[in-house]
């Protein structure tokens, strides 16, 4: 069940993200910010679970972090729109991407204990692998505002710490 989870984890997660990365380089810089503060939202939605869901003082270290940095780049996010007077624009892919995200968490809420804890490390690695990839060579190449595009950068630094401390909760669970 585990494997079946976190392969399920990992596919979806890899799904919603390069099947549409062509259709992300035509996307306006709103819809850029509507996919980010989607994507943090569903990796903070993930630490919620995981922190009711597990007993490991790791995986609580991790999920914390989420909701903090996760929390703190969307803040930013959402006061650089108010300064541009300007609305994130929801479109296909975020729906997408909340679509993938539902299907992870029914899969999640099955497991419990080490189970839980593999599956979600698994997911963490891949969904931020996924997302990041599609940052740094999708979206900030074709960002137009330069504001924006600096705190894309800054999100990235921050997500690939992320992504780095994933692999090493995944080595760590093996």
Request: aromatic share 6%; charged share 20%; proline share 1%.
């Amino acid at each position: 069940m585990k494997k079946l989870i976190s392969a399920l984890a990992v596919a979806l997660a890899m799904t919603g993200v390069q099947a549409a990365a062509q259709d992300v380089a035509e996307m306006s810089d709103l819809e850029y910010a509507h996919v980010a503060y989607t994507a943090d939202n569903i990796d903070i939605r993930y630490a919620h679970l995981a922190l009711a869901l597990s007993t490991n003082p790791e995986i609580h270290e991790f999920a914390n972090t989420m909701i903090r940095d996760h929390t703190a780049v969307n803040e930013a996010a959402l006061g650089l729109l108010d300064k541009l007077g300007a609305t994130a624009q929801d479109n296909a892919f975020s729906q997408t991407l909340n679509a993938n995200a539902e299907e992870i968490i029914a899969g999640f809420v099955k497991l419990r204990g080490a189970e839980f804890d593999a599956a979600y490390a698994a997911n963490e690695l891949a969904y931020h692998k996924a997302v990041n990839e599609l940052v740094e060579n999708t979206m900030i190449p074709n960002i137009d505002n330069a504001e924006v595009k600096a705190l894309f950068e800054q999100g990235l630094e921050i997500f690939k710490a992320h992504e780095v401390h994933a692999e090493m909760m995944v080595k760590a669970l093996r």
